[in-house]
């Protein structure tokens, strides 16, 4: 059985995943807008992935004889000026989530519950991950002036992502 304060606090993170689908589907829609449908492809692959990880979170809960409580999503930012500014803030958001998930290990710990830890283990390994994928990009596109041709070549490169779930 989980403890209460880290039922609570998983609860937060599972309404922070969905959240991020919510940001990332946004940004796919401002995106599409602009006729880049590679990088709109990024983000709603993207917005899945935040998805699983909710429901990674679902499962984790009722099978510790917890229950998710769903809380309100606020609205995510809708004005976008360029696919630079959203790897921008994209990168930002994930260094973000990745300091939400230490915070999430560091109760765990504090709370000594092993199986909550070996399960955020994944999610700590899952945010380098998410950091590396949003840098790589951003920095491509710093160096291509984040328009033009390179632009477009990195359109068709991001148009190739498919979600695949991750083995567990
Ligand atoms: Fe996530």
Known sequence: MISQKLQD??????????FSEYYY??????????????????FLVQGQEERFHAMKLYHFL?????????????????QFNSALEIFEL????????????????????KENDHAAKNHLNWFVDEQVEEEASMETILNKLKLI????????????????RIFTPPAK
Do not use: C, W
């Open 9 to 18: 606090a998983i609860n937060y993170q599972i309404n922070r995943e969905l």
């Open 25 to 42: 589907l946004s940004m796919a829609a401002y995106l599409n807008s602009e006729g880049l449908s590679g990088f709109e492809n990024f």
């Open 62 to 78: 009722n099978e510790r004889g917890g229950r998710t409580i769903l809380q309100a999503i606020e609205a995510p930012k809708t």
């Open 90 to 109: 994209a990168y930002e958001h994930e260094k973000l989530v990745s300091g939400l998930i230490n915070d999430l290990m560091d109760l765990a710990i």
């Open 145 to 160: 002036g984040g328009e033009g041709h390179g632009l477009l070549m990195l359109d068709n490169e991001l148009a190739q």
